[in-house]
């Protein structure tokens, strides 16, 4: 497996393209998986890896949602133009609840890759991510396990996570998985858990709408107080999907979602969050998207860069 296609060499990487949905109408398109990570992020395939994956899968639209960087878009777009495989702009941030310490993910559709504030933004929470991972081997290792930032960071082309912290323990024997790393050592409570540069699900909508994207609550299932509280809060804030067809839900979790999308008159998005195999149960494009769904996203995306978007810049890590 070749995992350098690219990040690398940012030179030769062609600019990204946003398909423009002012210009366009969405594409005919049958076989759909809108979340995906790569090397941008904590995904194990390169970018030009994955779209050919989703090709030889029989995808014909994906959308990338690397954690914090839209830096694989670009190879994506370029090997999967010429396959026929279309590669929408995405992006997910993982934020926290204020009241419950628990996670929300923020996937964001048709950001503007080419947006100054959204790349200044990212950079900021990269940066966070590499302190972060720095923190996390030095507490691992305090704990007398001999994993290295040196190693960590050649797992990591891109934004830094957890999963390359893992990994790490992994080849040095300390974990059999990524699961169990996390179950060990990198949960809330384990020797190697050092708390992310806390934003919060309103910024992350904030930040995304500001770059012109459509904001969707990602895998919301467990989400504590979904229907009384959190949902009534974010939509209030700008949401405008909830990821309802997410790759290991049954059949009742997909139809309770789809409910309280259609109640809150949020736009039905979904996919695999395939990361590589033993990650994510899910296989690329392993759960069905309706086509309707891109419609809904390139109409909302059409509307969005039709009104001016309110400029936002993350408040500083208290790091
Ligand atoms: P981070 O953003 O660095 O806090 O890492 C969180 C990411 O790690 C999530 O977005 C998941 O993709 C992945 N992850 C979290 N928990 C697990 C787990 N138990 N097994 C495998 N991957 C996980
Ligand atoms: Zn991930
Ligand atoms: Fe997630
Ligand atoms: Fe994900």
Redesign the pocket.
């Known amino acids: 497996m070749s995992t350098h296609d690219t990040l690398s060499g940012k030179q030769t990487t062609p600019t990204p393209t946003t398909p423009d949905p002012l210009a366009t109408t969405a594409p005919h398109c049958e076989r759909i998986d809108l979340h995906c990570?790569t090397t941008a992020s904590?995904g194990l395939y390169a970018p030009a890896e994955l779209a050919r994956m989703a090709h030889a899968a029989g995808l014909d639209l994906i959308a990338l949602t690397d954690?914090d960087s839209t830096e694989g878009l670009a190879e994506a777009q370029a090997t999967g133009a010429p396959l026929g495989l279309t590669v929408i702009p995405g992006i997910?941030i993982?934020t926290s609840l204020a009241e419950t310490r628990g996670d929300a993910?923020v996937l964001g559709y048709f950001i503007d890759p080419a947006d100054a504030g959204l790349q200044a933004n990212l950079n900021q929470l990269r940066a966070a991510?590499e302190r972060?991972g720095e923190r996390m081997v030095e507490r691992l290792r305090a704990a007398g396990l001999n994993v290295t930032w040196e190693r960590v960071r050649e797992l990591a082309p891109g934004a830094?996570?957890?999963?390359h912290v893992?990994r790490a323990l992994i080849e040095t024997g300390y974990a059999t998985s990524?699961?169990d790393a996390?179950?060990r050592y990198l949960?809330w409570g384990g020797v190697g858990f050092v708390p992310?540069y806390r934003i919060y699900p309103h910024d992350a909508i904030r930040m995304i709408r500001a770059a012109h994207g459509v904001p969707t609550l990602a895998h919301p299932a467990h989400t504590y107080d979904l229907e009384e509280r959190v949902l009534p809060t974010l939509v209030q804030q700008g949401l405008m999907g909830l990821e309802c067809y997410y790759g290991p839900y049954d059949e009742a979790t997909v139809n309770w979602l789809l409910g309280l999308a259609n109640r809150f008159g949020l736009i039905p998005t979904g996919g695999s969050?395939y990361?590589g195999p033993n990650?994510?149960p899910t296989p690329l494009g392993g759960r069905y998207v309706p086509p309707a769904t891109v419609d809904r996203l390139w109409a909302a995306s059409r509307a969005t860069r039709a009104t001016p978007a309110e400029p936002f810049t993350l408040p500083q890590p208290r790091l």
Not at 160 to 163: A, L, S, Y
């Open positions: 990570h904590d954690h997910e993982n993910h991510r972060r830094i996570g957890r999963p893992a990524v699961s996390f179950d949960n992310r969050d990361h990650i994510h």
